[in-house]
RNA sequence: GCGGACGUGGUCUAGCGGUUAUGACUGUAGGUUCCCAACCUGCAAACCCGGAUUCGAGUUCCGGCGUCCGCACCA
């Protein structure tokens, strides 16, 4: 066994000890990919998640909304989710390996992705594809592998087929015409979305970094392509990212350089993604996450999805090595197209003023209908859009009109009119790109508590540790009678009930056993500081705080404890 | 999905056809203790689920579920 893994076991049963994460419906058998997070995680799973909001918040233009789980059919296809989540795969029935079928025929058809079951099964068996494992030719039909949940809206028959979201991004993308009308179309502004996600993974492995069920937190930050983003990255000038860019020709490798000057050197290819790597960088720092274990990497262009122009995955570093858990990819225009497209909405679009407003001047010939329609009938609609379309006026009538099915007719001057059109056009409607960064937030949290574990040994015994960032800990403050005696366990109960009153602030009362064990028991969920009621402070109301990190103590008065922890921490007391 | 290993109190584990199912840690009730899992005395707490073989199954067999590893798949 690895040290990695007896780290991954030796956690993990701390995680289940003391309430944190656990396997979902264990006393049923269990079900493999869902997690509970119990009465200590829940505390740390709403702490990251608050401070996600506030990260993103904070910045002015950005906006929260919570859309529904249930995602009908539609607007899957729209997005692309449907066909892309519902590749095929082949088993070899000689070796019982499993391929994704449209990859065993990508030689022998263009765009394999989008045939059917039987043609990618009778491709297979034309061409005597052979497995390439085996190398036989024994393929049974191909299944449809679906990693979308489903489900029926309406429980009567007849139902409307959905399914369960595979991300929070839709979300987003459908309701841009509310947040548009939000920012009075004042580009760029975002939104966040903070909630579950759900994918029917075939086999989840990993503990929580492949889970069937997860939180994720995904931004989607719109922008003018046509406006150059200036981002002022000084803030993190000094820092050096850990970046793996695209080889392109050659192999990958790690540099180490300012987000700026990855940027000036056109390694990060656009502002807005560089700024939301830094940002990123940032809230994964100031909740804890050792900045040694996070690196970008940029996707290589057959990774990156087709509608993304850059696209950078934040990975972290923990014991099941390199982990992605966050991507940040600008994506385009792709989203809110594909939904205009499907559903010919207009409220998908931005405005954007020009410049100089454009003064139009121009003659134009235009149909009259109360003589094209009865001369051309049904294709009286393509001739009126012809004339429009029509780039230079004629000069001498009859004329032949070409028609955008190929044919020609003839317009005589009876048929339209020369008009001539003055307007002032001050702007146009455009799709806004997108730049999204999407964080995993069950897998950042693993790193969290993986990279502030801490397995040490106090008196030749095994003692754990838990260096959660103050920002993100179940806890904050823990109250401690020396003993439940002579009036200190009531003192005790009395500092714990005025400290909740603290906004934002986690206390809990322990009181059992000997003072040592009940510090270790804090250590090991992470409570960054101990207050301690010892006799002293029967006679003067002052208490002792213990520092979790390096176990030092300072007594002060319990008002200088309280206004501390109003101000929000008590570290400036040390 | 395939192959292999495994599944015993909250956690870690002993057990190899018949035991009152080991032990440790944790928890808890009390005692003791003036600040780091101390000590003493009690208490609580488990054989993943189903079927088969057997007089008798935690133990053997079959199936399911789950965990871990490899292959495959995947953000």
Known sequence: MTSDSDRVNSLMSMLKRRGIIFPAFSIHGGIAGLYDYGPVGGRLLRKVQQQWREHWLSKGNIVEIDSPTITPESVLQASGHVSAFNDHASECNSCNAIFRSDHLVEEFHQNADSLSGPELDSILSENSISCPSCKNVDWANSRPMNLMFGTKIGATRGGRQAYMRPETAQGMFLTFPMIQRHFRNRLPYGAIQVGKGYRNEISPRQGMIRQREFNMAELEYFIDPNVDAHHDLSKWNGINFQLIPDPENGEQKNI????????????????????????????????????????????????????????????????????????????????????????????????????????????????????????????????????????????????????????????????????????????????????????????????????????????????????????????????LPLFEKDGMGQIGKELQTTLLQINGIGVYYDGTRSIGRRYARADEIGVPWAVTIDYESLEDGSVTVRRRDDQSQIRISTDDLIQHLQSGSLASVF
């Open 256 to 479: 180490n350089m300012d987000i700026s000057t990855a940027l000036e050197q056109n390694i990060v290819r656009h502002p807005t993604v560089a700024m939301f790597m830094a940002e990123t960088y940032d809230f994964l720092t100031n909740i804890g996450a050792d900045p040694e274990k996070i690196r970008f990497r940029q996707h290589e262009s057959d990774e990156m999805a087709h509608y993304a122009s850059d696209c950078w995955d934040l990975e972290m570093h923990g014991s099941y090595g390199w982990v992605e858990c966050v991507g940040i990819a600008h994506r385009g225009c792709y989203d809110l197209e594909a939904h205009e497209n499907a559903t010919n909405s207009n409220e998908l679009r931005a405005w954007r003023d020009f410049d100089e407003p454009i003064e139009v001047d121009k003659e134009v010939v235009s149909a009259i209908g109360s003589i094209v329609g009865p001369a051309f009938r049904q294709r009286a609609g393509q001739v009126t859009q012809a004339l429009a379309e029509l780039e230079n006026i004629p000069t001498s009538f009859p004329f032949e009109l070409s028609l955008s099915d190929g044919s020609n007719v003839t317009i005589d001057d009876s048929m339209v009119k020369v008009v001539r059109v003055q307007e002032t056009i001050r702007g146009e409607w455009f799709l806004p790109h997108v730049v999204e960064p999407a964080f995993g937030l069950d897998r950042i949290i693993w790193h969290l508590l993986d990279h502030g574990y801490e397995m040490t040994s106090k008196e030749g015994e095994e003692y754990l540790i838990l260096h959660l960032s103050e920002s993100v800990a179940p806890y904050e403050v823990v109250v």
